[in-house]
């Protein structure tokens, strides 16, 4: 398993929860996408269930050595102890289910309805909690409002806020922040041991502290990616043209990526911008922010099209051009 860089305090937290005796069933992971969420409920989870069939690992953080029996099952798989909720692909073979369905949380019920196996710990990862159906959702409160003994949930989330407040309420909160750039800098070369310094100076400059995000867009010309946004947000776009450019391009399935990666940055651009204004132009740029938030944020959860949505976020950022007012007349 791939070492984890950062998130000392949440790991500190995580460590005193379990050496204590007394781990709290559910744990909320939090932050923002690529910076080391599901690696940590994996690591989490997996020294959970190395503790408990022993040897206890020495190793320091959440790590357990490569040979101990339960990071082998782990790696091949094939751990009956363990289970992951995640969204499915589609039968197509190229594609993501919208949503981790109702049966997937229900199927959690095999592995409550029998003795566990390596030793007297389960673990339950659902990378990532935002995306299950509401059904899901209520199938999954159920389990963590009377946690099965000696269970352990981990729950990956990019955006907590959204979530049911009844399932936020019965977990343990651990916030994961960005990475500061040496750390994210030491992530990047350990995940690409082939790049050079220019490119990883340039990822860091990128990822924003998130390197997972860093490595799904090496490649896609992010900058200029940023450029186009730049221009819109500068000179505006009276006629039209340049966003319907932007949108075209973003929408060919084989952009599918750095559509991705435009859906991301967006909104971020807007609210560098939002930072330099005061007074109703902050407020307008603020309203700006929301909506392209909540665009961005549904677009792919909802199947949206790629060059509408596109379309409307690029109209967002020349929506901040100077001299353009942003109140409706």
Known sequence: MSALFGHEKAISAFRAGLESGRLHHAWLLAGPRGIGKTLFADKA?????????????????????????????????????????????????TELARSITVDQVRSLQRLFATTPSMSPWRAVVVDAVDDLETAGANALLKNLEEPPPDTVFLLVSHAPERLLPTIRSRCRLLRLAPLADDVMASA????????????IAALVEVGKGAPGRAVAWRGLDVEGLDREMEA?????????????????????????????????RAPSRI???????????????????????ALAAN???????????????????????????????
């Open 299 to 329: 677009a792919q959860r909802l199947s949206l099209d790629p060059q509408t949505t596109a379309f409307e976020l690029a109209g967002m950022l020349a929506e901040l051009a100077p001299g353009r007012a942003l109140r409706a007349a």
């Open 271 to 293: 609210a560098a911008a939002a930072k330099t204004l005061d007074g109703p132009a902050l407020a307008d740029a603020l309203k700006l922010w929301e909506g392209a938030s």
């Open 188 to 199: 990047l070369e350990a995940a690409l041991p082939d790049a050079e310094a220019e490119e």
């Open 232 to 264: 819109l947000v500068r000179e505006g776009d009276p006629f039209n043209a340049r966003r319907s450019a932007l949108a075209q391009s973003l929408a060919l399935k084989s952009a599918q990526p750095r559509y991705e990666a435009f859906l991301a």
């Open 45 to 93: 989870a997996l020294r959970v269930l190395a503790d408990a069939a022993g040897p206890r690992a020495s190793l320091p953080e959440l790590d357990v050595p490569e040979d101990h029996p339960a990071a082998r099952l782990i790696a091949a798989g094939s751990h009956p102890d363990l289970m992951r909720l995640e969204r499915l692909v589609k039968d197509s073979g």
